[in-house]
Every structure is written in structure tokens, then in C-alpha cells.
């Protein structure tokens, strides 16, 4: 089997604090050159973006790239476009690589398109005759054929887009490497870009893209890796691998916050929505401060589970942030047979203030000793709102703030004044009268 | 990254001069757009455009015509204007390429993060405005002589071959400052403290450099700091090669070496700190 691309530990050292210093050596300019990576190391503290990734990717192969920010994907894919370079490792490939780590990188504003294109060719490092032969189906590629004698500051974002698009799949590359690019513009670009690499690799091309658009990664790519702390993390078939990030990343968030997620589910259980609803069970948008507060939450049970948990963060929308105000979680409830669950959560009157919230559901499956959980795709957003009793008309004085729990208020005498001090004060005292 | 289907290798290893010199040529189409990029940095955000590429070196010049010419009133052989164009002839490309290959990586940073070309284009190619200003103030030069043609009915630059030794201490001249350009890019794109040292510096040379007085002042006052400075030799060639002088080939030996020197340094520690360089900028 032929690889494209065979990497073998890579690692990608970023020395921290020489920012603006700079350090050289007189003696590095007559001896042997060192290798970055022992200049790097020796000068101390940083941080490892990459870790010792291996990875072989075949020829024809379409490789995708998830995980967190600061994983490292941008990093590997810099290295591979030779704009970074690695502290250590190896990496051989074989063909062209076209690297697009930003759409329309290079072009020039007062340029026409048509002059465009012969110099991003030269930055790619094709050659003129090539990219000659290749300028009519740029053209098509790009819907372009009524402007592209304008200079490209009259483009629209789309035309802009569809034009360096178009360059980079029209030159034949052997490797494509792509960041995050097929994830702008919209969706019928989108479409078409994701076309574009399936024919590519239908002649043998490959692709590397980095994605955070999990639908793109599992309907185009072969295989997919999932990196974490610069560690390749997970590698496998797509579905595998976004599955395995999908299921950590709701578990840490689910640990951490309640977040809304891309899925309500997971092989066990369903979040299938949740709402807010009045006395009758109607669904509300705003609640009443005096009034109980409903939250009503369907839960599909798909496959046997020990037991099932929910959990309600409740968070106070501000101008800018929202944070939270508290977290409740339900006792665990243990089905006894599959099927569509309603559990109904009450915050007693008084709860909220005059104020917005918004509300994220989650849930957690349990059997045996491992827990499965799930983020509800939406949020509750509602108001709850106070009324003018006649107490509030005639203080004028409002409950501020996130929360307003039902205070209990008393009075009892702590010490009294004698009769004579209160005298001695009113005499001397002018502000006492 | 341009040959199809051929193997590559990336490793953690620095470039060599002629790995840098072999890719550079590889991709030779690339000096062209930087040195286009280069040109519109200089005029870029102005609304008096390429007005100003002709007016720089003019409002430079005039100043000290005024102060060297009109008011210390030195001794030249000939009209001191023509003298002082002469000299500025040289002088004012060296200055503009030393300032701008400096600038190389650091006025295309964003380009640098997203594309990779060979990084030795970017000094070299913004040498660009030092030619444009040859040109420029090369004309300026021709005026002013033919100004004085008319009123003093003398031409001042006889034709003669001597005056082939004029380009050859331009060349001199100015690969000392693309050498000088090579260290301060890398410098430059680390830290700005680099484009201030290079004004400052360029300001003391200057006036240490006979350009705006005559040569004699400076051999019969200060002859050391003459015979030290590289540009006192190709500053002396080019004049006198120019306006009819004697011309001592021989003063061009040490700067020669010097530009030698610098510039296979400055090449070495392009290629050795540009790939490191990057990751920072």
C-alpha cells in the first residue's frame, strides 16, 4: 500500500517568553546548523503543541481532523504546509500539496480575478503553463465567467471564496490541505467544496481537512483522528472517532456545565425536548415571580439502563454573560422498561427574580459502572416577571437581582435607650431635633 | 512542494544558503509579487500615491543642499549641487535597501502564517524600492546637471570608459545593505527596536560618509575613520567615476570583501533563523 503521507513522531515545541526576545548564537553561523529542536529546548520553558504523533495516511485517503482548540490540529496542518516546522519528527509524502490554511491568501485587491489566479498559482507553486491549462475550468468551477476581468475588491465574500476555492482544487493537487476552509461560505459552496474533495480523491487525491463540522467529517472522510493535548487521541473509521470525541467532550461538559450540544442523545437514552409549562400544562415563555415554576422534560429510554439522572442549570442571562445560579439534579429514577419518560421538575414560587433566564437539560444514563451523558440540543430561554402587588405600589420598592427566595422577616427589641439620654441629646444635640 | 508526485521529506533540520538560493530560484515568479507588494507598502494609505515614491527623496535632499551647500558652504571642485546628487545617487538606494529588505518578513506577516514560499524572496524582492529610487534620484541627478550645463556651459559628467566603475560601486554598495537587510528582517520581525536602530545608525553614517562635503575634509581630518568606514571606498569610485575625477579602483577592495563577507552571513543567518522566525511572528 502506497502511503501520501507518512508522519513519524512529530512534535512541535513553543518556547514561551521569547515572544519579542531574540536569542542567536554567533557560533551557529560558522558551525554545523543545529536543529531547531535543540535550540528550542535549551531555551527552557513552553509548550508542546504536538506530542509524538505518528500517523500514515494512505493514498486517496480522506483524512479528517477534530478536536478542542488548542489541540493542535492547526498546528499539524502548518507543519505539513511547511510554514511551520517541526522541533521533531519526520514526515514524507509524495505529490503536490496545495495548502489552503486560509481562503484567498495572496490575492490582490486591485487585481482583476484573471490576474489573480496566475499569481496565487505562483504562490502555490504551480507553473504557468499549468495554471493556464487549468484557468477555463477554474473559471466554471468558480461561476465567475462574467467577472472575472473585475478587480477581485469588487468580489462579493461568495465570489472571493468560490475563487480561491476554485484555484486550489483546479491545479491537480496530490494532498490537500485544508483548515477549517470548506466550513465558510454558504451552504451550496459548502456542498460544492465537499464534492469537489470526493472527486479528488476519486482520482487518487488526498485530502487532510480540520473540521468542527462533524456532518462534513462523517459524510466525506475515509478516517478520521481526533487530537487532544497535541496527542493523537483517537483514529479510526469517522463515525468511531466522532462518536469517542463526542461522548468526552459531553461528559467534561456535563461535569463542568451544561451546555447545549450539536446531540440530545446518545445509545442509551433521548432527550427528546423540554419546556417550560404553566399550572395547566401549557407551555410558557414567562413566568409569574409569585407563581411555582414547571419544567417538563420527555426522555426516551432506548436500551436498558440501571438507572437515568437529569440535571437543570439554570443560568441568569446578562448584557454581555450569562452565569449561573444554581444547578438541581434529580434523584436517579430507574426505568423499568424502554420507552418515552416525562419527568416534571417544580421550582417553587419566589425562585427567580425579575429577570431572564435560560436553561440547559441534561441527562445521565448509568449501567453498571459507566455513565453515558446526554445534552439537550436546545436551551429554555424565559422571563419571569414580577407584579405589582399592592405591597410593591405602595413601597415602590422592587425585588433586584438573580434570585428572590421568600424572606423571613421579624422584629424584637436588642436594647433600649433611657428616657433621659434621649433628653440630654434633644437639648445639645441639633440634629437630634 | 512544486514537483509532481515526488517525494518529500520535512524535517526539524535548518536550511543551508544554497537549499535557500536553489528554492528561491525554483521559484523566481515570487520576486516579482513581493517587490509589487513592497512598491504599494510605500504608498499604501496615502492619498498623494506614487507622488510620494519622486517626493521622498526630494524633501530629503533639499534640507541639506541648503544646509551643506548655502549656509557651511564647503569647497567642491564643481557646483555643489551636482556634487551632492552625485554622492546622494549612491547613498539614498543603499539607505532605501537596507530599510526595506529589513521590513521583509515583518510587512508580511498574515501571508507568512498561511502560505509557505521560500522566505529569502521577501528581503531580496523589497530591494525593489532601492532600484525604483536609483532611477528616481538618478534622474534628479541628470536634471541638475543639465541645469548647470546650461548655466555654466560645462558638462559635468564626461564620457569616458572610467565610468563603468560607477555601477560596480553601486553594486558594491548595495549588497553590503542587502547583507545588513538579511540580519535586521529576522531582528525586525522579532522585535520593532530593530527599524529604529536602523534610522539611527543611517543617520550617523551618513554624516560620517563624505556624501554632503568633500572627501579631502574628512582624509585630512579624521583619515581612520575614513579607511574604516565600507562606504567611504564606493561612495569615493562612484564620484569621482561620475564627474571626471581619478578614479582609485583600489579603495573598492576592502569594501568589496566587507560586502562579501556580510552578505554570505547574512544569508546564513536568514536561512538559519527564518524557519523559527516564523513560528513568532
Redesign the interface.
Known amino acids: 500500500m502506497e502511503y501520501a503521507i507518512e508522519i513519524d513522531g512529530l512534535s512541535k515545541f ?1 518556547p514561551r517568553g ?5 536569542s ?1 548564537r554567533f557560533r ?2 560558522l558551525s554545523s ?5 535543540e ?2 529546548e535549551a531555551s527552557g520553558e513552553g509548550t508542546w503543541a504536538l506530542r509524538d504523533v505518528s500517523l500514515k495516511i494512505k493514498k486517496g485517503e480522506t483524512l479528517g481532523i477534530i478536536g478542542a482548540n488548542g489541540a493542535g490540529k492547526s498546528t499539524l496542518l ?20 496545495v ?1 489552503l ?2 481562503l484567498g ?2 490575492f ?1 485587491a486591485d487585481l482583476t480575478g484573471r490576474e489573480n489566479v496566475f ?1 496565487n498559482a ?7 503553463r499549468e495554471i493556464a491549462d487549468a484557468f477555463d475550468r477554474i473559471v466554471a468551477f468558480s461561476e465567475l465567467e462574467k467577472s472575472i476581468d473585475q478587480p477581485v475588491k469588487r468580489y462579493s465574500t461568495g465570489m472571493y471564496l468560490r475563487l480561491a476555492f476554485a484555484i486550489a482544487i483546479n491545479v491537480n493537487p ?1 494532498i490537500l490541505i485544508a483548515d477549517e476552509v470548506l466550513a465558510v461560505g454558504d451552504i451550496a459552496f459548502q456542498r460544492r467544496c465537499l464534492d469537489a474533495v470526493g472527486e479528488l480523491q476519486k482520482r487518487g487525491g488526498t485530502t487532510l481537512f480540520v473540521s468542527h463540522d462533524m456532518n462534513a467529517v462523517s459524510s466525506i472522510c475515509t478516517s478520521a483522528i481526533w487530537l487532544d493535548l497535541g496527542r493523537i487521541h483517537h483514529s479510526g473509521s469517522p463515525q468511531e472517532v466522532i462518536d469517542a470525541y463526542e461522548r468526552y467532550v459531553f461528559a467534561k461538559a456535563l461535569n463542568a456545565d451544561i451546555r447545549p450540544g450539536r446531540v440530545g442523545r446518545n445509545s442509551f437514552l433521548s432527550i427528546e425536548n423540554a419546556r417550560l409549562i404553566d399550572e395547566d400544562g401549557h407551555e410558557r415563555s414567562s413566568v409569574e415571580v409569585g407563581k411555582n415554576v414547571h419544567f417538563e422534560i420527555l426522555v426516551k429510554i432506548l436500551s436498558p439502563i440501571d438507572s437515568a439522572y437529569i440535571g437543570l442549570d439554570v443560568t441568569a442571562v446578562g448584557k454581555s454573560e450569562s452565569f449561573r445560579v444554581f444547578r438541581v439534579f434529580q434523584p436517579s429514577f430507574s426505568p423499568s422498561q424502554l420507552g418515552l419518560y416525562r419527568c416534571l421538575c417544580t421550582i417553587p414560587y419566589n425562585y427567580f427574580a425579575d429577570h431572564k433566564y435560560e436553561v440547559f437539560v441534561g441527562a445521565r444514563a448509568r449501567v453498571g459502572e459507566s455513565e453515558y451523558p446526554v445534552v439537550f440540543a436546545g436551551s429554555l430561554r424565559f422571563r419571569a416577571y414580577q407584579v405589582d402587588t399592592l405591597e410593591v405600589q405602595a413601597t415602590g420598592q422592587r425585588s433586584k437581582g438573580l434570585v428572590s427566595p421568600p424572606a423571613d422577616w421579624s422584629w424584637s427589641v436588642a436594647q433600649m435607650r433611657s428616657v433621659e439620654n434621649e433628653l440630654v441629646c434633644q437639648s445639645q444635640d441639633p440634629e437630634c431635633q | ?16 544558503v544554497s537549499q535557500s538560493i536553489v528554492e528561491a530560484w525554483q ?1 523566481r ?2 520576486f516579482g ?1 513581493f517587490a ?2 513592497c512598491r504599494k507598502l510605500v504608498t499604501r494609505r496615502t492619498s498623494l500615491g506614487n507622488f510620494w515614491l519622486v517626493s521622498r527623496p526630494v524633501s530629503h535632499f533639499l534640507p541639506h543642499l541648503l544646509l551643506f551647500g548655502y549656509v557651511l558652504r564647503f569647497e567642491t571642485e564643481m557646483p555643489f549641487p551636482v556634487y551632492f546628487m552625485a554622492g546622494m545617487l549612491m547613498w539614498y538606494p543603499f539607505d532605501q535597501v537596507w530599510f526595506w529588505s529589513s521590513r521583509g518578513i515583518d510587512a508580511n506577516r ?8 521560500p522566505r529569502i524572496i521577501l528581503p531580496v524582492s523589497h530591494c525593489i524600492i532601492g532600484l525604483i529610487d536609483i532611477l528616481i534620484v538618478g534622474m534628479l541627478f541628470i536634471g541638475t546637471v543639465f541645469v548647470f550645463w546650461i548655466l555654466t556651459g560645462y558638462i559635468y559628467v564626461p564620457l569616458r570608459w572610467e565610468l563603468l566603475w560607477a555601477p560596480l560601486a553601486m553594486m558594491v554598495a548595495l549588497g553590503l545593505a542587502l547583507g545588513l537587510g538579511l540580519f535586521f528582517c ?2 525586525a520581525a ?2 520593532r527596536d530593530a527599524i529604529f536602530s536602523i534610522r539611527i545608525i543611517l543617520q550617523a553614517w551618513y554624516l560620517l560618509t563624505p556624501i554632503a562635503y568633500p572627501s579631502d575634509l574628512l582624509l585630512a581630518r579624521a583619515p581612520l575613520l575614513a579607511y574604516v568606514n565600507p562606504l567611504f571606498g564606493p561612495i569615493s569610485v562612484f564620484r569621482d567615476a561620475l564627474l571626471g575625477g581619478e578614479v582609485h579602483p583600489l579603495l573598492l577592495v576592502y569594501p568589496a570583501v566587507l560586502t562579501t563577507i556580510v552578505l554570505l ?1 547574512g544569508l ?2 536568514f536561512s ?2 527564518e ?2 522566525t ?3 511572528v
Do not use: C
Open positions: 513553543f521569547r515572544g519579542k526576545k531574540f542567536f551557529d553561523l546548523p543545529k536543529s531547531a529542536s535550540l528550542q502548518k507543519i505539513l504546509a511547511r510554514v511551520s516546522s517541526p522541533t521533531n519528527g519526520v514526515i514524507v509524502g509524495r505529490g503536490r500539496v495548502s490554511l486560509e491568501m495572496g490582490q499569481l505562483a504562490l502555490h507553486g504551480v507553473s504557468e496530490d | 512542494m512544486s514537483m509532481n508526485q515526488a517525494e518529500w521529506t520535512i524535517r526539524p533540520v535548518m536550511r543551508t521559484n515568479r515570487l509579487y509589487r507588494e498574515k501571508i507568512l502564517q498561511k502560505l509557505y514560499f529576522v531582528w522579532h522585535s552571513l546564513r543567518f538559519l533563523y524557519r523559527d516564523i513560528d513568532m
